[in-house]
T-cell receptor, first 115, second 113 residues
Framework: DGGITQSPKYLFRKEGQNVTLSCEQN?????MYWYRQDPGQGLRLIYY???????QKGDIAEGYSVSREKKESFPLTVTSAQKNPTAFYLC??????????????FGEGSWLTVV | GNSVTQMEGPVTLSEEAFLTINCTYT??????LFWYVQYPGEGLQLLLK?????DKGSNKGFEATYRKETTSFHLEKGSVQVSDSAVYFC????????????FGGGTRVLVKP
């Protein structure tokens, strides 16, 4: 089935550790995104990538890093510099990063908890 | 910058009641507008969208009309079911590089039998 796969679904991290969230899509989409959702709130953009080997910061990029070495993969690393990383992380993709009408599709999300 | 404002919840309804969730936006140019739905513990699913003024998006009994004059995109459903209990997000994309979405804060809807 086509779609966006995020793993792991649940992740616990000790303070001071880096963790990487995986995102894979088989939709042949050029553009991929990472959003953060805090309880009871909307989504905020962390990073996005319009094409392989290129990515841009979103609204809350501090403490996060990404890579886009393959079209289908866009992993997110939550570094120890992120002061409040406990949140629900959503990966998304769209056919391309141009125009306003392209639908953005979301994965099932990953819960990250700092213990 | 762009912004989306939607009514705060929770909205509690009885089954078969009429649902309206208000959404207004501020954006440059001519954005596309979206409604997404999120069920507990899951990601977001596209519910409907509209890409130009006066367009009506519809899906699963839900409707929303793109009103440029009032910068609004209110979501409506004539007869809700318990299965419609979820969080609903209004969002816009203004076509700037990256096709990024700007979200409202979400509205939780609870439908009781």
């Amino acid at each position: 089935d086509g779609g966006i796969t995020q793993s792991p679904k649940y992740l616990f991290r000790k303070e001071g550790q880096n963790v990487t969230l995986s995102c894979e899509q088989n939709l042949n989409h050029d553009a991929m995104y990472w959003y953060r959702q805090d309880p009871g709130q909307g989504l905020r953009l962390i990073y996005y990538s319009q094409i392989v080997n290129d990515f841009q910061k979103g609204d809350i990029a501090e403490g996060y890093s990404v890579s886009r070495e393959k079209k289908e993969s866009f992993p997110l690393t939550v570094t120890s510099a992120q002061k409040n990383p406990t949140a629900f992380y959503l990966c998304a993709s769209s056919l391309n990063g141009q125009g306003s009408g392209n639908t953005i599709y979301f994965g099932e999300g990953s819960w990250l908890t700092v213990v | 910058g762009n912004s989306v404002t939607q009514m705060e919840g929770p909205v509690t309804l009885s089954e078969e009641a009429f649902l309206t969730i208000n959404c207004t936006y501020t954006a440059t140019g001519y954005p596309s507008l979206f409604w997404y739905v999120q069920y507990p513990g899951e990601g977001l699913q596209l519910l409907l969208k509209a890409t130009k003024a006066d367009d009506k998006g519809s899906n699963k009994g839900f409707e929303a009309t793109y009103r440029k004059e009032t910068t609004s995109f209110h979501l409506e459903k004539g007869s809700v079911q318990v299965s419609d209990s979820a969080v609903y997000f209004c969002a816009l994309s203004d076509g700037a590089a990256g096709n990024k979405l700007t979200f409202g804060g979400g509205t939780r809807v609870l439908v009781k039998p």
